[in-house]
C-alpha cells in the first residue's frame, strides 16, 4: 500500500509538472550570491589569500609616511623569498573593499613587487574606530615606524577618544608618561617647526625644549639656525627663564580666586613661576576631562 501512494505520489508530482505547476519543496534553490566582502575568498575564514587590489590602506592610519629606503630593502625581499608574514584586514561597507589594520608596508611592498595575490587575515568582528586607532598605533610603535608629529597627532586623537589623560593614555600602551607630554608638547609649535622636527632638522628632545618658549623667543631661535640641537634648545630656555623670580627650594604658593576657591601650588624642588604655570594648565586639562565624564566632587 505504502509503495502505491508513493508512486501516485510520484505521478502527481509529473503530471502538476507537466501542466506548469510545481511545489514549493519541488522548486530549485537558487545558488547563492557571495557577498561583495566574500568575492575571492572563502567566507568565514579568518586566514586566506585574495587579489591585492581588493585591498587598500586606511584613511585614518597614523603613519602617513613610510621611508623609502626600507621599503625598497622589503621589496627585494619579497621579490626573493615571497611574503613570508600576511596582513591584517578588516571590510569596510562603505568603501566596499578590505581596509589595512596593520601591514600598510607589506602591502606597499607586494605591489612593488609585481604580486597579484596578498595573504591576509580577516577581522571578521567589527572594530570600533578606537579598537582600530590603537592596533595601528601599537604596532607603529614597536616597529618604530611613526615620526615624532605622527606619534603625537595618534596620542592626541586617542586621549581624545577615549577620555583619557597623558598618564592613563601611557598606562594603556606601556610605555612611560614622559614620552606621551613631551610628543604632545610638539603639537603646540608652528607648523612649519613640526615639518622640520619630522624632517630630522631638529630632534624631537630639541623641539620639545623650544616649547617651553614663547613664540617671538621660538621664531628667533629657529630663524638663526638651520638646525637646531638640544644644547641650543636647553639654552635658549635657560636664557628665557634667567630673567624669572625663582621660587625657594620646598616652597608653597597660594593662590585666592575671585569665588572663594584657594588654589594651593607646592613642590619639594627649586622651580619658577613657569613651572606652576604648566601645572596649573595640566590640572585644568584634568578638571575639564573630570567635567566632560561628569565626575562627582567628593
Known sequence: M??????????????????????????????PVAMAKD????????FGRIEIDRVQPDPDQPRVEFDGEALQD?????????????????????RSTWLIISGERRWRACKRAGLKMIDCNFQE??????QILEEQLIENLLRVDLKPIEEAESFQKLM??????????ATALSISPTRVSRALALLKLPHEMRTRIDDGEIS????YELSKLPEPQLKEVTQQNTTVTIQQASQA???????????????????????????????????????????????????????????KLM
Open 237 to 295: 630656555v635657560k636664557r628665557k627663564r634667567s630673567g624669572e623670580k625663582k621660587l625657594p627650594r620646598g616652597c608653597t604658593q597660594t593662590f585666592i580666586a575671585e569665588n572663594g576657591w584657594k588654589i594651593v601650588a607646592k613642590s619639594g624642588r627649586k622651580g619658577s613661576y613657569h613651572d606652576i604655570e604648566q601645572a596649573l594648565t595640566e590640572a585644568l586639562e584634568e578638571v575639564r576631562l573630570r567635567i566632560d565624564n561628569r565626575v
Open 2 to 31: 505504502s509503495n502505491t501512494r508513493s508512486l501516485l505520489k510520484k505521478a502527481e508530482a509529473n503530471l502538476n509538472e507537466s501542466i506548469g505547476l510545481r511545489g514549493a519543496e519541488s522548486r530549485p534553490q537558487l545558488s
Open 160 to 169: 581624545k577618544v577615549n577620555n583619557l589623560t597623558g598618564k592613563e593614555l
Open 125 to 130: 568582528q567589527v572594530l570600533s574606530p578606537t
Open 39 to 46: 568575492v575571492g575568498r572563502r567566507a568565514n575564514r579568518s
Open 74 to 94: 622589503l621589496t627585494d625581499s619579497i621579490r626573493e623569498k615571497g611574503q613570508l608574514a600576511p596582513i591584517r584586514v578588516r571590510w569596510s561597507d562603505e
Open 204 to 207: 624631537a628632545r630639541a623641539g
